[in-house]
């Protein structure tokens, strides 16, 4: 799966990293650095941490790999 | 039919029947054609791109790709919604022919387009003597290919790291490098670290911070040359102040060049300074004339912003590219009285030896800089940035929380010194220069002469002039 953090929006609450510490991880006090194409066996727990976001900042792929586009 | 419905039975059918291309297949050229979708255009769309790569995000590249934690083919971008495009991935364009409406492909294809976004963004200033930027272990860095072989190379633990350039993708890169405890020399021909983008105040304290994480910083030095070993293999580097450092990997970090050599001829502002187009994202063409077919967006486009005197900026940032992208999809399939403004106040974020760095507006369109909250002894503070008594720019250090009230002072143009939010006031808050580097006098912008008499026949004209 993809996902993609909005770091101009992030705050570094760090509630992902509660919820998904082997994608999200804090650099110091609040530089949040993250697995952007993490194992698809990891989607709930992603998911959650997304959810958990007070600032929406996390934004998870919507297709499935069902049309996502080769290259030609 | 009246006149208005005539011109919204033209945008239905534009929406269904027409061609709309994107020459760059990166951040901003995947936002838009997403968002054309979103629009509500189902017509063709086909998406350029001269890299092999699917869409992927660059900001990981000289952070967690480098550090060996992400490989830097996991960073692809996630996808929002199906776009039913053609992708053509891996070819160049190389011409537009706006009175045909055709983009030329490296192979030869043409293909024609009703709308065209250009979307080519920026490439790595390469290290500008050929054959010492061909030695092994030189290296720059912008591509998921180039940020592959510099992670392999520090995987490979050399002894020295020089990264010549002291903005924040190198500084980004030395602090990777104190993070894998290899030894790293930064070798910035200004003042100090980060002074172009944040001025030398906020630059000394980058510079102290590089320092405690065991950075050799060098700053007002140049590299003037590197030298390889017999096998070709990058060894040393001479610099302007007489020293050498053994390094066996240089990486130069000098900062971008706009793509925009396949537009040349096209007649559009485009040069040195990206492409010119309105806050609505519509190119300019080459008088200075909005196009109306034409779209920029990303890091290639230049447009002038209200907040700032109606300056041309170039933003080359992450959420530009994302907004940008946004605004000029949405142009591109509507009618005048339903253009958008992209009036986007300008954010960036950088991590780097372990603090996070983060600004709102534009720092460099300031003069003064005032520290306004927290304390820049335990490197937590936010400090503002004031022209003419106006706030027009705020940085923080680990203080990121409080970028969002400073935002909000920015975009009601209010007074500088600003108030400060109530909360954990340093001692002293007295604005001080901000301490910007004179602006450069650029090398190569082409000049622009003006051609022909009569009112129908004078236009404008590039004249390249030689390196
Ligand atoms: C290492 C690194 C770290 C960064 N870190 C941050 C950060 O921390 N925060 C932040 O805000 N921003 C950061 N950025 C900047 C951010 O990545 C850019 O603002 C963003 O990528 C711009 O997107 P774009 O689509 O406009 O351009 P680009 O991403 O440059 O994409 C342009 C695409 O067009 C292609 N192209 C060029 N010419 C042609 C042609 N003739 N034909 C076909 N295709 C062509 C290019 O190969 C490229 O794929 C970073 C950038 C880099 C390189
Ligand atoms: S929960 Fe959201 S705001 Fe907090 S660190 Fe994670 S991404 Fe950032």
């Given at each position: 799966m993809r996902i993609v953090v909005d770091l101009n929006r992030c705050q570094g609450y760090a509630q992902c990293v509660y919820l998904a510490h082997e994608i999200f991880k804090l650099n110091g006090a609040e530089a949040l650095t993250y697995e952007p194409?993490?194992?698809?066996?990891?989607?709930?727990?992603?998911?959650?941490?997304?959810?958990?976001?007070?600032?929406?900042?996390?934004?998870?792929?919507?297709?499935?790999?069902?049309e996502r586009g080769a290259p030609s | 039919m009246t006149m208005?419905?005539?011109?919204?039975?033209?945008?239905?059918?534009?929406?269904?029947?027409?061609?709309?291309?994107i020459v760059g297949a990166s951040l901003a050229g995947l936002r838009a054609a997403e968002a054309l979708r979103e629009e509500g255009f189902s017509g063709s769309l086909t998406i350029i791109g001269d890299e092999p790569y699917e869409p992927y995000d660059r900001p990981p590249l000289s952070k967690q790709v480098l550090k060996g934690w992400v490989p830097a083919d996991h960073t692809l971008l996630p996808r929002f919604r199906e776009l039913d495009a053609q992708w053509r991935l891996g070819v160049a364009a190389t011409g537009l022919d706006r009175a045909t409406r055709q983009v030329r492909l490296a192979d030869?294809?043409?293909?024609?387009?009703?709308?065209?976004?250009?979307?080519?963004?920026?490439?790595?200033?390469?290290?500008p003597n050929p054959t010492e930027a061909a030695l092994e272990g030189v290296f720059s860095l912008r591509s998921r290919d180039d940020a592959a072989r510099l992670q392999r190379a520090l995987a490979e633990r050399p002894s020295r790291v020089l990264v010549i350039g002291g903005g924040f993708i190198g500084s980004e890169v030395a602090s990777v490098c104190r993070e894998l405890d290899i030894p790293v020399t930064v070798a910035e021909r200004g003042s100090a670290p980060l002074v172009g983008a944040l001025g030398g105040v906020i630059g000394e304290i980058a510079a102290e911070m590089q320092r405690d994480h065991g950075v050799d910083l060098r700053c007002g030095v140049g590299v003037s040359s590197l030298e390889g070993d017999t096998r070709g293999h990058v060894r040393r580097a001479r610099l302007s102040d007489g020293t050498t450092v053994e390094a066996d990997v240089v990486l130069a970090a000098l900062g971008s060049i706009r793509n925009v050599e396949w537009l040349e001829g096209s007649g559009l502002a485009a040069g040195f300074w990206g492409v010119g187009c309105d806050a609505g994202g519509r190119a300019f063409d080459i008088n200075g004339v909005v196009t109306d077919t034409v779209y920029v967006a990303g890091d290639v486009a230049r447009a002038p912003h209200v907040l700032y005197e109606y300056q041309f900026l170039a933003m080359e940032h992450w959420d530009n590219a994302v907004f940008g992208a946004e605004v000029a999809a949405h142009n591109m399939v509507s009618l005048e009285p339903d253009y958008r403004p992209h009036l986007l106040l300008p954010g960036f974020w950088s991590g780097q030896f372990g603090v996070n760095i983060k600004s709102v507006g534009v720092p460099p369109f300031g003069d003064e800089i005032v520290f306004t909250q927290g304390s820049?002894?335990?490197?937590?503070?936010?400090?503002?940035?004031?022209?003419?008594?106006?706030?027009?720019?705020?940085?923080?250090?680990?203080?990121?929380?409080?970028?969002?009230?400073?935002?909000?002072?920015?975009?009601?143009?209010?007074?500088?010194?600003?108030?400060?939010?109530?909360?954990?006031?340093?001692?002293?808050?007295?604005?001080?220069?901000?301490?910007?580097?004179?602006?450069g006098v650029p090398t190569a912008i082409p000049d622009v002469v003006l051609t022909g008499h009569d009112p129908s026949g004078r236009s404008a004209e590039f004249r390249p002039r030689g390196r």
């Open positions: 194409n993490p194992d698809d066996a990891r989607r709930l727990q992603v998911e959650r941490a997304a959810a958990a976001c007070p600032v929406q900042a996390i934004m998870i792929d919507r297709l499935d790999g069902a | 208005s419905a005539t011109l919204a039975e033209l945008v239905r059918d534009f929406k269904a029947n027409g061609r709309i291309v030869g294809e043409q293909v024609p387009y009703h709308r065209l976004l250009i979307a080519t963004g920026t490439r790595a200033r390469q290290w820049v002894k335990e490197r937590r503070f936010v400090a503002a940035y004031g022209r003419r008594g106006r706030i027009v720019a705020a940085v923080s250090f680990d203080h990121g929380k409080w970028l969002e009230y400073y935002a909000r002072l920015i975009e009601q143009s209010a007074p500088f010194p600003p108030p400060p939010p109530g909360w954990d006031r340093p001692d002293v808050m007295k604005p001080v220069p901000a301490e910007f580097p004179a602006p």
